[in-house]
């Protein structure tokens, strides 16, 4: 069963306490704490794909005009949460892709402190069946 894990970062204090406020050590364990657990998961089958994203300041909304043309808004200041990264990985049960995403949750932040950071876990859904 494949799963997206989304990870959400809190907007409040992310230009003043993001991981652009951290030391450099602190950036660098957390990045390879990201690329070791994306090892883990490659080695034992179960990594599909995984990125972060760029900040919430970059981010938009984009919907079709009734002439098929971009409407953008944004970016969204009231938002409380915006998504930093995600993983699409392809696990035997939930229970697995739970604890996939509380490991991600754990990641070391500023001082090597646990993050805790909130992990949205949603099952990629397959197509419906097509009809012979």
């Known amino acids: 069963m494949k799963y997206m894990l989304m990870m959400h970062a809190p907007k409040e204090g992310w230009t003043t306490a993001g991981i652009g406020t951290w030391a450099p050590k602190d950036i660098h364990a957390h990045i390879a704490f990201m ?10 089958g179960e ?6 994203l760029a900040g919430p300041e970059e981010a ?40 996939i995403a509380a490991t991600i949750s ?19 859904m397959s197509a419906p069946p097509t009809e012979q």
């Open 60 to 99: 938009k909304s984009i919907r079709a005009r009734k002439d098929g043309t971009p409407d953008t808004d944004g970016p969204f200041a009231e938002a409380k949460e915006f998504l930093a990264g995600f993983w699409i990985v392809d696990v035997d049960s939930t229970k697995r892709a739970y604890e």
């Open 47 to 52: 990594f599909v794909d995984g990125q972060g």
């Open 35 to 44: 690329q070791g657990l994306n090892e883990k998961l490659k080695a034992a």
């Open 106 to 124: 754990a990641a070391p932040g500023k001082g090597g402190a646990p993050l805790y950071m909130p992990v949205e876990v949603r099952q990629v």
